[in-house]
């Protein structure tokens, strides 16, 4: 059974930074992607990053390019998401996310099969 754990939320002011960790049980890191989606309030769910961990491949969306990096440890079978110079629209339930092989853009959500519980980010000006 493939679980997603997220950590690493909280409060942060302006300019701050977080990282967020997502564990995975059950789950092989591969060559297929995962992601990592937000949700900001009122809105739909948004990739804010993408990468398969055994090619080093990433992408990143418009709104967090410089300031957000993924990385990932496969001994401990844990992704990672740092957040720096974090913005109040950052604010958000942030995710992370798994599939089984499938074609479909790694920004889609809707082709997502395992996701986390989520971790909040708060970040006021």
């Known amino acids: 059974q493939v679980q997603l754990v997220e950590s690493g939320g909280g409060s942060v002011q302006a300019g701050g930074s977080l990282r967020l960790s997502c564990a995975a049980s059950?789950?092989?890191?591969?060559?297929?992607?995962m992601s990592w989606f937000r949700q900001r309030p009122g809105k739909e769910r948004e990739a804010v990053a993408s990468?398969?961990?055994?090619?080093?491949?990433?992408d990143y969306a418009d709104s967090v390019k410089g300031r957000f990096t993924v990385s990932t440890d496969n001994a401990k079978n844990t992704v990672y998401l740092q957040l720096n110079s974090l913005k109040p629209e950052d604010t958000a339930m942030y995710f992370c996310?798994?599939?089984?092989?499938?074609?479909?853009?790694?920004?889609?959500?809707?082709?997502?099969?395992?996701w986390g519980q989520g971790t909040q980010v708060t970040v006021s000006s």
């Open positions: 996310a798994a599939r089984q092989p499938s074609g479909g853009k790694c920004s889609d959500p809707s082709t997502f099969r395992y």
């Open positions: 990468f398969i961990v055994t090619s080093g491949w990433t």
């Open positions: 059950g789950y092989t890191f591969s060559r297929v992607c």
